[in-house]
């Protein structure tokens, strides 16, 4: 790796004016570009302390070995430039927005003397007009109903050429679903005219041409032609049903792209819903890895840009309004930037109430759930987890194979209900019969690092105990009365063994040093040492060891840090989970708990039988066996237990402690 001093240029050496900047490693590639407002000021701020830059650009810098800049007239000229070089260079530490999938489009190349309808994936061609994007049975139903009333032609280039040559067209002809060209039915202009049709109707146009046919099947009629008049009712119907597939979601008259993301420190993942004519003609969805250190509006000013400046052929697909969740970076040279490829002024907002925000919530909703999908996807590939795995072992310099990773996490509020989780991960997958649920009291509640002792401590005592026990040699019959539990305390130890028989290659705790050698204390503690702890930092997603000074920071699209993330990420849930569960219950008392047999069950049956808490207290023990399931010894119980409540003066009804509403009365 380079020291980035090693290729600093001098400070006087570097303009204060706008420009694009751009840094290449030792082999001459370009690995990053850039804009700035100042590129004195923006170039300064990777050289003037290396040590304290985020981990991206961290690595960003010290791989590459110069840097060299071009000046610009304007920040819209940057803008411009700073695309065309991300777009030529390809550069490993920009942003670049993926497909998450290849979706099709409805492509009509109206390039060729005899355009043709096809359904095209990957990259656009110039000349050739697109339609979508679409899934795919929609695609081929919607193209199939239209060919009967835009007969354009579909054929391949080698078809084309056999019906020209023996003067017969392909069965698309015999069947009126296409104009057939290539026999003179109709002329180069006549068919070229109908693919303009069509591209007008899946521009939006529908009504025009729903309208005119209606004209003319109103006139088939007057003159008694009844037979053209029901091929043109079909085409009719043909073409509503193309047109009222989609909702109708905003106003007829609005023409906008709505963008919504969902991020999180290392993926972003973004979705857009083509409205046109307020109907929603199309959806595209993308995940970008963040490589480099971008916020919310710098990745939408990147996304607009790749999105809308994939090809010269703008002005059918830009529309007039851009809807997205923040204003993007430099948005007045965006702007510019838009109108001029659109030929036509663009409107970039953020909708903030109405059927446009509804609609971007949907649209939010879906990049959520596209995010999931794609992590699930990863998680679930054997050959990324085994890469995961071996990334993750060599990156800690561990000397085992990662067979069983646990990671514990802790969760309370204020020092109240501290609660903490344990998920267990086998060959990369997640076993959710090993999950475990800690409830921490005492003086180990009084902070999260005492508490990670705790927990520690605790789950691997059962371990020791379930390793030291006896177990039968080969061949020897174990006795069958040793092996049941002489006592219930004996039953609970055996039930304990079970839970936490086996141990973990690897221990992972949420936080960051504290927590790692708390953890590391307590397995020293105990006498373990074939088990390693590290830790995973939330800020920064640095994995700290035991008594180390610095991190290991572990690349941003390694599956290593990925697979942590994905533990991090199930521990937090899960202990999330138990404290609201545990939060809910001390959140409601009543004077009835601490009745020794009195379960909830039964507690509910008193209240139901008698109506209130008053009546209850009012109630001899005699009456209160007349409830279901309260014997007589249960009812001195109660009886005894609310006269001592009464005399102490702790009687009070049941009580929701969030909301305040009295619960039994």
Avoid at 391 to 400: G, R, T
Avoid at 408 to 425: E, P, R
Avoid at 536 to 556: G, T
Avoid at 607 to 629: C, D, Q, Y
Wanted: aromatic share 6%; with cysteine; hydrophobic share 40%.
């Amino acid at each position: 790796m380079a020291d980035p001093a090693s290729y600093r240029p001098q400070t006087g050496e570097i303009p204060t004016t706008p420009g694009v900047y751009r840094f290449r490693d030792p082999h001459g590639r370009v690995i990053y570009v850039g804009k700035a407002k100042n590129l004195r000021s923006r170039l300064n701020s990777y050289f003037a302390n290396p040590a304290g830059l985020l981990p991206k650009t961290h690595a960003m810098v010290h791989a590459a070995s110069s840097v060299e800049w071009t000046m610009v007239g304007s920040e819209l000229e940057s803008l411009q430039l700073e695309y065309t070089w991300i777009k030529e260079f390809k550069p490993r530490f920009n942003v670049v927005f993926r497909d998450d999938k290849t979706y099709p489009y409805l492509a009509v190349s109206m390039g060729e003397k005899l355009p043709r309808v096809q359904v095209m994936r990957g990259e656009r061609r110039k000349g050739t007009r697109y339609f979508g994007p679409y899934t795919a049975g929609a695609i081929r139903e919607t193209m199939d109903t239209l060919l009967r009333v835009f007969p354009v032609r579909s054929c391949s280039p080698g078809v084309l050429k056999r019906a020209q040559a023996s003067g017969r067209p392909c069965l698309l002809g015999y069947i009126d679903k296409c104009s057939a060209p290539c026999v003179g039915r109709v002329t180069a202009e006549e068919h070229r005219a109908i693919a303009e049709d069509f591209c007008s109707f899946m521009g939006g146009e529908a009504k025009r041409f729903i309208t005119r046919l209606e004209k003319d099947m109103g006139a088939a009629v007057a003159e008694l032609d009844y037979e053209r008049a029901a091929r043109l009712r079909d085409d009719i119907i043909a073409l509503r049903k193309v047109f009222e597939r989609n909702a109708v979601v905003l106003s007829e008259d609005t023409d906008a792209d709505v963008f919504a993301l969902h991020e999180d420190d290392l993926e972003a993942s973004v979705q857009v819903f083509h409205v046109r004519g307020g109907r929603v003609r199309g959806q595209r969805g993308w995940v970008v890895e963040k490589v480099e250190d971008a916020t919310t509006p710098e990745l939408i000013e990147h996304l607009l840009q790749q999105v809308y400046g994939e090809d010269s052929d703008n002005q059918g697909r830009i529309p007039r309004e851009v809807l997205v969740p923040e204003i993007p970076s430099n948005h007045h040279e965006l702007l510019e930037w838009l109108g001029g490829l659109r030929g036509a002024k663009v409107d970039i907002r953020v909708p903030r109430r109405g059927d446009k925000a509804a609609l971007m919530s949907t649209v939010r909703e879906n990049a959520e759930q596209a995010l999931k999908l794609h992590k699930v996807r990863r998680a679930g590939d054997i050959t990324v987890r085994s890469l995961a795995l071996q990334e993750l072992q060599e990156a800690l310099d561990l000397p085992v194979p990662l067979l069983r990773i646990e990671c514990y996490d802790i969760s309370h509020v204020q020092g109240t209900n501290v609660v903490a989780s344990m998920v267990v991960v086998e060959d990369g997958l997640p076993k959710k019969s090993d999950y475990r649920k800690f409830s921490i009291t005492g003086a180990a509640a009084s902070d999260d690092t005492a508490a990670m002792h705790d927990v520690l401590t605790r789950r691997f005592r059962h371990y020791l105990q379930d390793k030291s026990a006896q177990l039968p040699k080969s061949g020897e019959v174990p006795n069958p009365a040793a092996a049941e539990p002489s006592s219930p305390d004996d039953a609970a130890l055996t039930g304990a063994k079970a839970k936490f028989a086996y141990p973990p290659n690897l221990v992972v705790v949420d936080g960051g040093q504290p927590q790692v050698n708390a953890a590391a204390r307590a397995l020293a503690e105990l006498g373990i040492d074939d088990v390693y702890v590290v830790g995973l930092a939330k800020r920064l997603e640095e994995v700290w060891l035991p008594d180390s000074d610095f991190p290991v920071i572990l690349p941003r699209t390694s599956q290593g840090l990925y697979l942590l993330q994905r533990i991090r990420d199930e521990a937090h849930r899960f202990a999330i989970t138990f404290h609201r569960q545990k939060r809910g219950k001390a959140m409601t008392v009543s004077a009835l708990d601490g009745v020794p047999g009195l379960g909830e069950a039964k507690r509910k049956a008193l209240v139901a039988h008698f109506g209130s808490l008053k009546k209850i207290k009012a109630a001899t023990a005699l009456e209160l066996t007349a409830a279901k399931g309260i014997g007589p010894a249960l009812a001195e119980a109660v009886v005894s237990h609310l006269a001592a409540a009464g005399a102490s003066g702790e009687a009070a009804p049941a009580v929701n402690m969030t909301t305040g509403e009295i619960l039994e009365i």
